[in-house]
């Protein structure tokens, strides 16, 4: 007990240490925490507790994807739905199809093994999208279509890596056999619309259950439970979690905090102590994260698998992702809908990989064909993501005058 809570003080530390000197250096805060766990991994220094999926899937997500999503207001994601729907599914589905069929004909990757890292690295990645964009004070048109894609393409990107796993385990056993087409697409449903009822079901139950008390801390209470509990429940429920959270937190979002006045079913002093709370614990789950991130980039071998493979791999990343972003855009050129040239750019170059990616490779049993190479690779897309991606984004935010 006392070495959990010495981690935690230890954690705390280091991230309000770089959070002082990154706002002087005018870095941000999310890349100078993974500079300096990587510095620290570099000197031999104890960051903390291990980087494993069940730690970024329970604690670090939930958070985070709940902040994320209470901040979204409905009337500006209908507004941009159908580009937002076409990105975060159809763009999904494309990016895997690029990076599987790139790594079986210039790596020669078994096809298993390529699916299933096409799907687990296709999805940009909410935590480190959003961590960016809030670094970078960046609002409006840009950062919804950039912020709702990245909460949304979480869904199907689950839903491809379960079904591309379970073939490759299936696969391994009984030998190379097509996926059933009928059988996925029920799976895809019923994960995806199973995600949004078990979100629905706890957004509504914390806000029915806030309507009968005027105790602000029992309303930020409640938004706790339904963030952690609709997640966890999803995942129990084999449907997904990011959804669930999702969507309760846009429940949440928009018939308590941000709705309007006389009709939210919270009371003020509920709804300020709410955007304060879930600020406090976003920042507090991007320290953990992001510190983490760094220490284990540090502590990989990439040199085991040859540089070749991967920059060519990073490379890949880049192409699918273009492929996702241009010629989808090219639906909405003559509608109120139309993503310009600056926008398209933006999205394509700022859809970072982080730690969703990481939690699901972190997770592949050890029969997954190259399951070491996998890890290996997704913790090079993402440090380049992060730290390359992320470097350079304001500067180029700043030559499209975004910002």
Known sequence: MSEGLQDVLWILSIAMLVAIAARRLRLPYTIGLVFVGALLAFSRIDVGPDLTSELILDLILPPLLFEAAIALRWPDLRADLPPILTFSILGTFLATAVVACGLVWLLHWPLAAALVFGALISATDPVAIIAMFKDNKLHGRLSLLVEAESLFNDGAAAVLFAMALAWAQSSAVVGDAAPNVINSALTLARVVFGGIGVGVAAGAAAILLARGTSEHLVEVTLSTIAAFASFLAAERLQVSGVLATVTA????????????????????????????????????????????????????????????????????????RAVAVYPLSLFFLGSRYRIAPAEQLALWWGGLRGALGLALALSLPASIPLRDEIVVVTFAVVAFSIVIQGLTMPWLLRRLKVL
């Open 249 to 320: 937190g846009l429940i949440v979002g928009n018939f308590g905090i941000f709705g309007p006045e006389d009709r939210s079913f919270l009371s003020q002093r509920g709804r300020e102590a709410m955007v304060d709370f879930w600020e406090f614990a976003a920042f507090l789950a991007n320290s953990v994260i992001f510190l983490l991130i760094g220490a284990n980039i540090a502590a990989m071998h990439y040199e085991t698998y040859g540089g070749v493979v991967v920059a060519s791999v990073i490379a890949l990343v880049l192409v699918a």
